[in-house]
């Protein structure tokens, strides 16, 4: 059974930074992604960072690209998403992700676990 625990939302200012923390367990031989996911009310959820566990590639979408990185222990148990400069069209729930046989790294649809979300609020 795969769980997927976010830790490390909160409040900040425009231009701030925030660290979130995914604790994995569960994970398979077959799992090859761990992603953060983003939403906000009234729009799609939308994948902002993206890794392969073993290749070690990452992948962002242009609009965190820069300021978003995504890294895991070397235990492959965590996966953090560090995040700068923010803005506040940042504001919105984050949720760590993990999925089998990925091939689209940021499509959401090809991510089968997810954790509850941590909110992340950024003011101007």
């Known amino acids: 059974q795969v769980q997927l625990v976010e830790s490390g939302g909160g409040s900040v200012q425009a231009g701030g930074s925030l660290r979130l923390s995914c604790a994995a367990s569960g994970l398979t031989s077959s799992h090859n992604s761990v992603a953060w996911f983003r939403q906000a009310p009234g729009k799609e959820r939308e994948g902002v960072a993206s890794s392969d566990i073993s290749g070690g590639a990452t992948y962002y979408p242009a609009s965190v690209r820069g300021r978003f990185t995504i890294s895991q222990d070397s235990a492959k148990t965590t996966w953090s998403l560090q995040m700068n400069s923010l803005r506040p069209e940042d504001t919105a729930m984050y949720y760590c992700?993990?999925?089998?046989?990925?091939?689209?790294?940021?499509?959401?649809?090809?991510?089968?676990?997810w954790g509850q979300g941590t909110q992340v609020t950024v003011s101007s």
């Open positions: 992700a993990a999925g089998r046989f990925v091939a689209d790294w940021l499509n959401r649809r090809e991510f089968g676990d």
